[in-house]
């Protein structure tokens, strides 16, 4: 099969989306199919072609959120190339940017288009208003989500259920919805393919003692991923055991005013801000943890919960539905509902080594079941059933034809 995978992120971009594509592209690979990739470059006038001509980037413009770039310009040199791919299916990654992109190319073309969506606008609109006409920018996020997903993708995909809810009880989208959890590549992040070296090294470096409990976060340092929430405990959960540490990985908008809280609260011996870390280089940090947390609610699936039960590292995630679908309470992690469950769980994890080292094992078998090679299993069912259904249409749509003219 000849795929093509549109997306407004791509390595060597980070981010849940890029790497996500990235890692179906490898597998879809290894069984065999043909993948392209259509993105975006980081110059706003230009574009490339790369990787003997299955990677093309059009140029795209910041708009202010992290890494992203959008695009509006389609070169007719591009569309010519992609001609010649003669894609058997189309697969878009973004709603909007690239993703329009999809869909004239798929309707032009008439190739069946697939979509997945990755990412909950709604809770990131303000990076864009910065809190002016919020309300009515959600409704026109809502009216374009709605518009893509529903009138022009011939089949919809959706990493939990919680988003499957959004589309057939909010949304109302009638239409065939896949719920796929997005898979990761989890061989990566087993301790046993992990440089420990380098993590030694780390520990140094990060001043983390032997006697040291480590709670590790991963993720963008920004207002949605409600890491305050973690920062808050973190104050209560010294007061008892000073020797437990909490690591924030990543970068953000909200870095500096994170520091500023923890230097207020008096916690920069306890609370580790890394920055961005290499992506080659993140398996190594989640050696260092002792358990990894999350207090986000705007997830639709949560992928670093995933990357630390590969690691042998058990969750506690926030009672959200996009982590109910991976953590099963008190087998393989902890939910919590609230700031003092989460003190809770932290001090009998803390004080249970053979608790710790249960959930710990259970987490790192449970992760296999997200693998991307049973990822790319079920995208590719449905890659069949869009390409399948596409030739019924067009075949009934002949015949409805060929009568017409008589």
Not at 162 to 176: A, H, I, M, P, R
Not at 196 to 225: P, S
Not at 352 to 377: F, G, I, M, T, V
Request: glycine letters at 4%.
């Amino acid at each position: 099969m000849r795929i093509g995978l549109f997306t407004d992120t791509y390595p060597p971009y980070i981010n849940g989306v890029s790497t996500s594509v990235c890692m179906l592209k490898h597998a879809l690979e290894k069984k065999g199919h043909q993948v392209f990739v259509v993105t975006v470059n980081n110059d706003s006038l230009k574009y490339k072609i790369e990787d003997n001509n299955t990677v093309i980037r059009v140029p795209g413009i910041p708009i202010g959120i992290y890494d992203y770039r959008l695009t509006g310009v389609y070169p007719l040199r591009a569309i010519n190339i992609i001609k010649k791919w003669n894609l058997d299916v189309i697969h878009s990654h973004t709603e909007f940017g690239v993703g329009t992109f999809a869909r004239i190319i798929a309707k032009q073309l008439n190739i069946p288009l697939v979509h997945t969506y990755h990412t909950m606008y709604e809770d990131y609109v303000h990076y864009i208003t910065h809190g002016y006409f919020d309300k009515s920018s959600k409704k026109i996020v809502e009216y374009l989500t709605l518009f893509y997903c529903d009138k022009t993708a011939n089949e919809l995909i959706v990493p939990t259920k919680k988003t499957y809810d959004l589309f057939k009880d909010k949304y109302e989208v009638d239409k065939n919805i896949h719920i796929i959890p997005t898979g990761i590549e989890i061989e990566r992040f087993y301790k046993e393919n992990v440089d420990m070296k380098r993590v030694t090294k780390l520990k140094k470096d990060l001043l983390i003692l032997k006697d040291d409990f480590v709670i590790v976060f991963v993720g963008r340092i920004a207002e949605e991923k409600n890491i305050v929430f973690l920062i808050d405990a973190q104050k209560e959960i010294v007061k008892k055991h000073p020797n437990v540490k909490l690591i924030i990985i990543g970068d953000g908008p909200d870095s500096d005013k994170y520091k500023k809280l923890t230097n207020k609260y008096k916690l920069n011996d306890n609370i580790i801000f890394t920055g961005k870390v290499p992506w080659e280089e993140i398996p190594c940090y989640y050696q260092l943890a002792d358990v990894f947390a999350t207090a986000s609610t705007t997830e639709t699936q949560g992928l670093t919960v995933i990357e630390a039960m590969a690691g042998g590292v058990p969750p506690l995630c926030i009672d959200d539905e996009s982590f109910r679908n991976v953590v099963v309470d008190d087998l393989n992690g902890r939910i919590f509902k609230n700031k003092k469950e989460y003190i809770k769980d932290v001090y009998e994890l803390y004080d249970d080594h053979d608790k710790l080292d249960n959930l710990s094992k259970q987490a790192r078998l449970n992760a296999e079941r997200h693998s991307s090679k049973y990822y790319a299993e079920g995208v590719l069912d449905v890659y069949e059933h869009a390409i399948g259904n596409k030739k019924e249409s067009f075949s009934i749509f002949k015949i409805f034809n060929k009568f017409r003219r008589k």
